[in-house]
């Protein structure tokens, strides 16, 4: 199972980072660079545990996702309920801690794992998916860094603090 990682540092506490990371709508847009929509879904109204969420990705691939764990400032995890053909299994996780010497810095760490079909070409489909979701999300981290000093995105994550 090819696993991807990125990570960054960036100049706010852990709430704040774990407060923008989970910003949706225009927020969401001004720093995300993978989705061209995303919204929660069966009414809920914030991210939790359990929750499901709807992402169009830029090129107009369609993704259930359902929160599998939701701990904030430290940690948020996903896993793809529904998506794209090529995928048979698809998570990611994102972790949060503050940078030692730095407390008003933290330290995003996000990891994705995967699975591609059918069966037969999954070798090799896996091998290019890991280089485009690497380079996704690496995009997907650095627009994270820049919304983590967008004092737009910052007040719509201050507002939206779990």
């Given at each position: 199972m090819p696993v991807v990682e990125s990570r960054v540092v960036v100049p706010v506490s852990p709430e704040v980072a774990f407060a923008v990371s989970q910003t949706q709508g225009e927020a969401r847009k001004r720093w995300d660079p993978f989705?061209?929509?995303?919204?929660?879904?069966?009414?809920?109204?914030?991210?939790?545990?359990?929750?499901r969420t709807l992402t169009v990705q830029r090129f107009g691939f369609r993704m259930e996702s359902e929160y599998v764990s939701y701990a904030p400032p430290t940690n948020v995890g996903m896993k793809m309920t529904k998506g794209s053909w090529f995928f048979e299994r698809m998570g990611g996780g994102w972790r949060f801690s503050a940078v030692e010497g730095d407390p008003g810095s933290t330290l995003a760490i996000w990891r994705y794992n995967f699975t591609c079909r059918p069966k037969w070409l999954a070798p090799l489909a896996e091998r290019v998916g890991a280089v485009i979701l690497q380079r996704d999300i690496d995009r997907r981290i650095e627009g994270f860094a820049r919304g983590c000093a967008d004092p737009l995105v910052l007040a719509a994550a201050v507002l939206a603090r779990p």
């Open positions: 989705i061209r929509h995303q919204h929660l879904l069966g009414g809920a109204t914030g991210p939790a545990k359990g929750v």
